[in-house]
């Protein structure tokens, strides 16, 4: 098959690189001509374990290549995804469908003989009719079938997610389609994905469905751990006690410092937005996004807490800025709220991450970065984990204590357990575990 991918961020590039592997023929387009420069290079723009190699391995077997060509990419297409972004539109919570739009006028006038555009982004309930609209409209002689099929991926595992999806959800109205994406995702059928043919809006509703259910999910968590807290209870056990039930599952059910990343957040919001502008408001939604808001700036105020009510010229090490381990992705990461709040406060900030510190630069201001989990903490009068990497998993507590100021710990992930802490001397805080988790 000739795919032709529209956006080559971390859904366009990941999924551009797999359909390579899988044996398609495959062209990653970017407006960006600086990260289709890197690329063509050899260089990856962005941190995802194992797509330097998966690139590599492509672009060297002819089956990859990198434009910033529209026009000529989509002409020989015969599959041509759209993979733009879709922030939060400024102000009012909706998606931002304006990359959506203008790259589905741009594939139209490009357009040649019969060809499936698939959008891969995650758009609300109805853009497909609107993506089908604005190419009848650019190029009323266009031959198209407009397909959703949403992306499930998570950063940190994206290749492994793509090659190995619980499902692939393919919405289209337009039985032309069925063929090639079936076509598309061989390799993956036959490996016993299932493929899910519904509606196209339905197709669009499901992604919007289950990151919301996710969200929510986490945030019932915490919410369980703050009534822990105060009634003696350990989350950790409450949560593997309720998800060993099969009907709720043990997934998604750590307690933290709220969710963030560059797709919860956005997606959580603009599902509320769609549910009112349709009177239909989904008020579990609607709780789940101001819990989470609500939360990552007390887990500043929790820091501030656990240090006797004052940071006030005191200095806090920041193990860990992205919103999850395994990614340079900054987007919504609750340590940006929490690192506001300590500063806010007249905390000095001293962080350390082993991919986020780039992309934290253009986000956070006045923050002194370190060389690792131990320069962090020299100096320090308490460490504050908030993103769980590997390598903060087992860091050698009593060399971290000989060079703070003062033995505070506050473990936003649960990562450590309180009596290992309080031997090595250490003042512990964790997540919705009292007593002795
Ligand atoms: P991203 O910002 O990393 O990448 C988007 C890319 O599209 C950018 O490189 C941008 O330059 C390019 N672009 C914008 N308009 C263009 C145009 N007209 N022509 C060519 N290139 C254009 O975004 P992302 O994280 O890859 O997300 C893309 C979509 O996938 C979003 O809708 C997101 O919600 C969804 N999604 C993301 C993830 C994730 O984990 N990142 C997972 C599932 C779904």
């Avoid at 931002?96 to 357009?111: E, F, G, K, N, T």
């Avoid at 990151?211 to 945030?219: E, G, V, Y």
Wanted: charged share 25%; glycine share 10%.
């Amino acid at each position: 098959m000739r795919i032709t991918m529209i956006g080559s961020g971390y859904v366009g590039l990941v999924s551009g690189a797999c359909f390579a592997d899988f044996g398609h023929d495959v062209v990653c387009v970017d407006l960006d001509d600086k990260k289709i420069a890197a690329l063509g290079r050899g260089e990856i723009p962005i941190f995802e374990p194992g797509l330097d190699r998966l690139v590599a391995d492509n672009v060297a077997a002819g089956r990859l290549r990198f434009t910033t060509q529209l026009a000529p990419a989509v002409a020989d297409a015969q599959v041509v995804f759209i993979a733009v972004g879709t922030p939060s539109r400024r102000g009012d919570g909706h998606a931002d469908l304006s990359y959506v739009h203008a790259a589905a006028a741009d594939i139209a006038r490009a357009l040649s003989g019969f060809t499936v555009v698939v959008t891969k982004s995650t758009v609300p309930v109805g853009t497909g009719d609107e993506v089908e609209r604005i190419i009848a409209e650019t190029n009323p002689d266009a031959d198209v079938a407009v397909v959703s099929n949403p992306e499930f991926l998570r950063e940190g595992a994206a290749i492994e997610d793509f090659k190995r999806p619980d499902r692939i959800v393919i919405g289209l109205e337009d039985e032309r389609a069925r063929e090639l994406m079936t076509e598309v995702y061989r390799p993956l059928y036959l490996n016993q994905a299932p493929l899910l043919f519904t509606g196209r809006r339905t197709a669009e509703l499901i992604k919007y469905a289950g990151n919301a259910f996710l969200a929510m999910k986490i945030t019932f968590i915490n919410e369980i751990a703050d009534l822990c807290e105060k009634t003696g209870a350990n989350v950790q056990e409450v949560a593997r006690g309720i998800g060993l039930d099969k009907r709720i599952g043990s997934k998604f059910l750590n307690a933290g410092p709220g969710y963030g990343g560059s797709c919860f957040p956005k997606d959580t919001l603009a599902l509320v937005k769609t549910g009112q502008d349709h009177e239909s408001p989904l008020r579990l939604i609607e709780a789940t996004v101001a819990v989470n808001d609500q939360r990552k700036r007390a887990m500043g105020r929790r820091v501030i807490a656990a240090l006797g009510g004052s940071v006030r010229g005191k200095t806090i090490g920041v193990l860990g800025l992205t919103f999850k381990p395994n990614t340079d992705d900054m987007r919504e990461a609750p340590s940006i709220a929490i690192i506001q709040a300590l500063q806010d406060a007249g905390a000095r900030i001293k962080a350390y991450d082993p991919e986020g510190m780039g992309m934290a630069r253009t986000l956070i201001e006045g923050i002194d970065y370190a060389s690792d989990a131990y320069d962090a903490a020299a100096g320090a009068h308490c460490l504050v984990l908030i993103t769980e990497w590997n390598q903060f998993r087992s860091l050698d507590m009593k060399r971290l204590k000989a060079t703070m100021a003062a033995p505070n710990f506050v473990d936003l992930r649960n990562v450590y357990r309180r009596r290992e802490l309080e031997a090595a001397g250490f003042a512990y805080h964790s997540i919705g575990r009292s007593g002795d988790g």
